[in-house]
């Protein structure tokens, strides 16, 4: 890596020095207090139908449905034995871990990413991987005990009791196990009559009472599924309000509080105006653009690669002389806000050739403007990172730029590790940004001081 270091000062980490006169100031991003609905209900009730209908009615791509099946306990040797003969009681409320189920709704509500269980019914046991869920807008979880402990009741925005007759409910029972879990007839309605139907009127019908619906028939019962429906749009209308207006909160004092000390304008030297009079200039061929655009993203990550946590290293030169210098103190890695940031990426090769990136994909709302998160792919450790570049061409209002460091954020990334690199930047965004995040370092080349379409990636990728 070449940040063009020669002999400096051998500093352990600067960054930590620095004071910066921007204080933390409260951001919730959208999917923080996700709305939570539960449905319970007999097996083979049409639980599972009903939740895939909820979400063809929403139509949002933030919705997910997760199963308590997923939350069984790990079997010890004798009880997986009698797993495989049919006698296990997987109908029992102790057979479900309440606890690890309410710590992850508890991150889901806080906005943090959590790691689910995977049960394999043909094993009985539960898997070695798990599935991540982070960034819902909704999450419907269903399972026969979805309303029965009353911490995960407490989370819950709605509580919907699915409600059929026993024998349809044994019959789909059946079908169910025998063509997905490897099951017989004969185990099927053993266990049926042996734990499903008495803890069903033990456990499962008792939740009735507790439900804020009833829904008979399933989907079937237009009249139900619309009043859901229109709970949940409401209530994610709402959410979206409060969070516009939190954004627009944020800028305050944007024109007479100085920016961050940990703001970096690019020194407009000859060179970078050269280039980006180049840039500007709406006769540049695309052929032009693309290269002077790619020699001036090498500039901006190598001044963002300045502000990474070197150590000291000694060297031998090939004259024989024993050399201090610095190197980077652990991995540093990319993040690519697309798709803006991807312009980045031939100067990000040409800095770093074997930089580790992700991928971000943060839109705006056409209708409200308020920006969402459409895809996440990050390195699986980029917690333990010691420096993460995110790179984007354009920040102009820093919803999408608050959003970005969010994610990082909420996936393990201490903010003073994180460098935002940009071309260009509006001073209300940016005064935004580090007033919710104070600790992190942003470099930006062309500092605006009103907001401006994006355009970069438009005439760099030429559509």
Known sequence: ???????????????????????????????ADVSIIGVAGSSGSGKTTL?????????????????????YKPLDEAAHQLAFRNEYDFDSPDAIDFDELVSCLRDLKAGKRTEIPVYSFEKHQRLDKTTVIYSPHVLVIEGIFALYDPRVRELMDMGIYCEADLDTCLSRRIIRDVRDRGRDVEGCIKQWFGFVKPNFEKFVQPQRNVADIIVPRGIENRVAMNMVTQYIERKLLEKSTHHRAALKSLEHGSESEPLSERVIVLKPTTQIRGMRTILQDIDTTSED?????????????EEALNNVHFREKFVETPQ????????????????????????????????????????????????????????????????????????????????????????????????????????????????????????????????????????????????
């Open 320 to 463: 024989g002389h024993r050399y201090r210098g610095l190197t980077a103190k652990g991995e540093v890695s990319a993040v690519i806000v697309l798709r803006g940031g991807a312009t980045f990426e031939a100067g990000l090769r040409r800095v770093i050739p074997d930089c580790r990136t992700g991928r971000l994909l943060i839109q705006s709302n056409i209708r409200t403007g308020e920006p969402e998160l459409h895809y996440l792919k990050l390195p699986s450790d980029i917690s333990k990172h010691d420096s993460v570049l995110l790179l984007d061409a354009q920040m102009s209002s820093g919803g999408s730029a608050l959003m970005a460091v969010q994610v990082l954020v909420d996936h393990g990334v201490p903010q003073d590790r994180i460098v935002f690199a940009t071309y260009s930047g509006g001073r209300v965004g940016i005064h935004r940004l580090t007033k919710v995040f104070p600790e992190i370092t942003v470099v930006v080349a062309n500092l605006l001081s009103d907001i401006e379409e994006r355009w970069v990636e438009k005439r760099y990728f030429r559509c």
């Open 289 to 301: 653009f693309i290269f002077y655009f790619d020699r001036l993203s090498c500039l901006l990550i």
């Open 51 to 71: 939740s895939n209908a909820i979400v063809r009615q929403l139509n949002l791509p933030w919705v997910v449905i997760m199963s308590m099946d997923s939350f």
């Open 1 to 31: 890596m070449n940040a063009g270091i020669s002999t400096p000062p051998i500093i352990s980490d600067y960054r930590s020095d620095h004071d910066t006169v921007a204080q933390r100031a409260h951001y919730s991003p959208p999917w």
